[in-house]
């Protein structure tokens, strides 16, 4: 008996290029016959996944060398759920990552359309309206063209009123850059109940899938970065859900449920922040109170950046049921966006109303420049940290400066130790702090920081910018605007969450617990 030929596993992006000049619109580009597969097709820009790469640096990578459009002329607007299938006639297996990038105009600085030059790979490209792109024999298209489309525009997989709901969830996720991801959580489940009321068809196996792809988008789709604590929510709503899903009562009967459920969750999550401050007492109260043969410090210096009402509301209740009178308390500016200027104002308001003039406890407070965490590190006791993301080794994403703040700390002073107070829905799949890229964000914060300063040079390096992003060029200028950076695990001594002070296996399981209900409830979207 002849057995079947073994299919060639490959792992390629799939890039559409979109447009909302005018119509919504994605550019296809047609396959020329020196290309090895489905020559004379139309695709999106597509290739393979080098070994050293990530699927959105492959995509950003073919996408320079197949138009040769950089970031300057393209925002990444979506990723959408990877998949697999199989075409013998091409003996391959691809696993498709669907991406979606929206074309900047001259406005934005951007190219635009003319900025498209296709390199041998394509004879030729056009504009094609979004529901126009279909899997039929008179596009001509490669296989499976629509379902990758349909994976990064969803539109066109749910009904008006649904789609609006979602889009308007992520697009106030995506300008939020000044929320926590505890409460970018709270705005991602809001977001996923105002889905919910929209999806009016039969709440049945079909809209369950639907379901869950929407709150993966606003996952993967809002600010992935800040995401590990929006995929357990998920996970955690969907156990949840799952039961009422399949129940025999009417959809309206269980649409009512659902939406109940989502608000009890809602609510579940305004607990979060007391149960950690609760903790975070437990803790200092174990490790700085005097033993029989000793007296309590004189005061308690802590070093902070960016900024989280749970740290400051847990510093300030900590301090208020210790026996010491002064608390040092140092915070970082926390550039660009100076986060830490409004940490400071935050605490200085709270400790005002919290502690009268008449009070015998007294706050010092200090706001150091980012680049003086060394000078503000001199005979701290504390470092505190928040967490946007917890690895399952213990490594730590937080707000870009944290890294340099905790190895200032640990050299000009040994004897301190780093604090992270998260709630434990921050904990993520194995594997996030590898294969996550940095988030880069507009370098226009930067530089118009700068402008508004009256710094010198401020205009040529803008000019350098748009120079060297045009091309032939012998040099080139770059503002980086990277929001999060991660800490590693061993510089880190201990993580207060809401059910009090975790050590290393707890987070190894939780993240087990994590990769196990993605698999279950995204696994096969």
Known sequence: ?????????????????????????????????????????????????????????????????????????????????????????????????????????????????????????????????????????????????????????????????????????????????????????????????????????????????????????????????????????????????????????????????????????????????????RSFGTYLQSNILPTAESQPPSSLIILTLSSSSTIRDSILEAFASLPILNLDLRILESRPLCEGVKMASSILSAFQSKFPSSSDQHLKLTVYTDASAALASKEVDFVLLGADQISDLGSVSNKTGSLPTVLSAKHVCPGAKVLVLSELEKVAEPGADSNNSPEENDPKELLGCWADSGMKGVKILTGGIEAAGRGNMNYAVEVKNIYFEWVPAELIDAYICEEGTLDATVIKEKAQWVKQKADKYFGQL
């Open 1 to 277: 008996m002849n057995s079947e030929p073994e299919l060639k596993q490959r792992s390629v992006v799939s890039s559409f290029i979109y447009s909302n000049a005018g119509e919504n619109k994605v550019a296809l580009f047609r396959r020329s016959e020196k290309v090895r597969t489905y020559q004379h097709h139309l695709a999106p820009i597509s290739g393979s996944i080098e070994s050293h790469e990530t699927p959105v640096a492959a995509a950003w990578r073919e996408l320079n060398e197949e138009t040769t459009l950089t970031s300057r002329d393209l925002d990444l607007w979506r990723q959408g759920k990877p998949y697999t299938f199989a075409d013998p006639s091409v003996g391959r297996q691809w696993t498709i990552f669907p991406f979606l990038f929206r074309l900047k105009d001259h406005r934005e600085g951007g190219c635009g359309e003319e900025g498209i030059q296709i390199d041998w790979e394509h004879e030729s490209w056009q504009w094609f309206g979004l529901d126009t792109v279909k899997d039929d024999e008179k596009l001509f298209g490669v296989p499976r063209l629509k379902d990758s489309l349909r994976r990064v525009w969803f539109e066109g997989e749910m009904n008006k009123h649904a789609s609006k709901a979602l889009t308007a969830g992520l697009a106030e996720l995506k300008a939020d850059h000044q929320s926590g991801s505890h409460e970018l959580t709270s705005i991602a489940l809001k977001a996923f109940r105002d889905v919910i009321v929209q999806m009016s068809e039969d709440i049945d196996t079909k809209w369950w899938e639907t379901a869950r792809m929407a709150a993966w988008h606003l996952w993967k789709n809002g600010r992935e970065s800040m995401g590990a604590a929006t995929l357990n929510a998920f996970l955690g709503l969907f156990a949840d859900m799952e039961e009422i899903v399949y129940e025999t009562n009417d959809s309206k009967a269980k649409r009512e449920r659902l939406l109940a459920l989502l608000d009890h969750h809602l609510d579940k999550r305004k607990q979060m922040p007391m149960h950690i401050k």
